[in-house]
């Protein structure tokens, strides 16, 4: 079982930067692939990112590419998403997932969410 908490978000201008952070409790979260989704009002959950356990591998949504980092400290339980050059299409709820790494861009490939933290990017 693994429980995740999201944090870091908030209302930014266009062009800024945020980092998202998801603490994880568990002694099994370095075994797990970590990903980060997002919701718009009215839009279905998207891929944003996601990193493989051992972190050789990331992946990225084409939408974020060059402007978001993935990344995780497994000592720490925690991964983040460094988000740079926001956009007002950005704004969303954003969501960390944990899950076993058979798929990484796909909603069914997690098997544990967090709550969610609001992104706010204002023109």
């Known amino acids: 079982q693994v429980q995740l908490v999201e944090s870091g978000g908030g209302l930014v201008q266009a062009g800024g930067s945020l980092r998202l952070s998801c603490a994880a409790s568990?002694?099994?979260?370095?075994?797990?692939?970590m990903g980060w989704f997002r919701q718009a009002p009215g839009k279905e959950r998207e891929f944003v990112a996601a990193?493989?356990?051992?972190?050789?591998?990331?992946y990225y949504a084409d939408s974020v590419k060059g402007r978001f980092t993935i990344s995780r400290d497994n000592a720490k339980n925690t991964v983040y998403l460094q988000m740079n050059s926001l956009k007002p299409e950005d704004t969303a709820v954003y969501y960390c997932a944990a899950g076993t790494g058979r798929t990484y861009r796909e909603i069914s490939g997690y098997d544990y969410w967090g709550q969610g933290t609001q992104v706010t990017v204002s023109s």
């Open positions: 568990g002694r099994t979260f370095s075994s797990y692939a």
């Open positions: 990193i493989s356990w051992s972190s050789v591998n990331t």
